[in-house]
């Protein structure tokens, strides 16, 4: 695999714009604050950036409700902030990915407001609309990902159209060829400046049941849990005719060399590798976010790394995902220690991996006060935890006023974690031993052994919360010993090493043999004595 793509050994990073570095003093982060802080990711050893949506938005759902799927929303900047932050993206030799949203628009798109003027407007089938059930309301069952049903009442025309998420968020209808066409222009438009790769939204949420099934109940949904998980999707996601969908996503970024497609889906493996598509014709890398959803454990861990390695189809490059907007950030769900373990996981594990901004300073959930509640989520279903701004905080760069990430007048969007005696990069960059510096370590790591980055997997039995395995990349091999547990654990070594890399107490260049103690929440890498 000497000749393997720029997406297999790299890192991506996603970026949160609306939350790494203003430079307008609109508390808000834009483009080319963005630009400005391209040194911390080349310094990390970053060689991709995802950025979330920067297109023109009502904000409805902060950009995930695009309205004009060409352009660049006013908060981030406009077209030629966007040109330059590429330009030096790619003059620093990092790559610059995309997020495409194509399974709803904004409700202010003009596609539709004409697919809404009328039943008879040329659009109209551009999205999903359908008349009352014969008893009058709703279509079928189906509920918002947001609360709520699925289904939004029109007066005007008295038929309802389906929205996955928000109202303002209706679903595009990818039955319909003019909406595949129009949407792989705007792929187009953005491949043709030279952009790197999307990362598709909900992917798996493209085609639904062309009978409009009601979805079955859900009979391990407990109280307190999401709204939608009521029901299980069978009918409204997931759908065979997805991948059809999906291969012509494809076809598009395949008439342009070097690029990538990232699907994001939740779903177990055995469905998620299907988004590789027939003759690996689908996404690139399909996201694998079980690190996310797994308790930490690390029997469990082990087991789900075995069934992921088991479902990827050959060929099929598989990926790991630790935190992104959505979910809880891996230090809170952690801790600080643990937070140094999953750093090493994430780096050493088989398989691109997707790292989220502020994860790699070990940012925690910051708690949001009920008045500064931004997130539509949370608004609608509030007090179930649900809400993300508390993982979407602006980025603490410095001790400076504001965190460094606007200006000392301005006021942040989303408050900053709690007070100065939080993490910040450029404290993490002073101290040696800081979590920031332990990432930096891993990924120079990764890039010189291609162990690391290509190399097959291979598990080791272990007991406990010990979790070891080992990568191979022609004769050299490399052992890989996590303590994901808070007591000392131990590792018997068959073959003598020497320590690469610790995130804990032994030394780099260590030689061991016999056995491996590893202090509570240690991880080690050792390159095996060659046999
Ligand atoms: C998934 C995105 O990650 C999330 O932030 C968004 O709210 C929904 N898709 C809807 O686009
Ligand atoms: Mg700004």
Redesign the pocket.
Known sequence: MAEAEWWQRGLVYQVYPRSFQDSDGDGIGDLDGIRRRLDHLVWMGVDALWISPVFPSPMK?FG?DIADYCGIDPIFGDMDAFDRLLREVHARGLKLILDL?PN?SSDQHPWFRESRASRHSPRRDWYIWRDPAPEGGPPNNWLSEFGGSAWQFDEASGQYYYHA?LPE?PDLNWRNPAVRAAMHDAMRFWLDKGVDGFRV??MWHLIKDDQFRDNPENPGAGPGGAPAGRLIPEFSADRPEVHEVVAGLRAVMDAYPARVLIG?IWLPPERLVRYYGANLQGAHLPFNFQLIDAPWDARLIAGLIDRYEAALPPGGWPNWVLG???RSRIASRVGPRQARVAALLLLTLRGTPTLYYGDEIGMTDVPIPPERVRDPYEKNVPGLGLG?DPVRTPMPWDGSANAGFCPPGATPWLPLGADGAGPTVARQREEPDSLLQLYRRLIALRRMEPALSLGSYVAVPAGGQVLAYERHHGDRRLLVVLNLGGDAGVLPLAVPGRVLLSSGGHAVGAALSGRLDLEPGEGVILALQPG
Request: aromatic letters at 16%; zero cysteines.
């Open positions: 759902d995930y949203v709803h998420f968020q939204d909900v994001e992104n907007h959505d993300r």
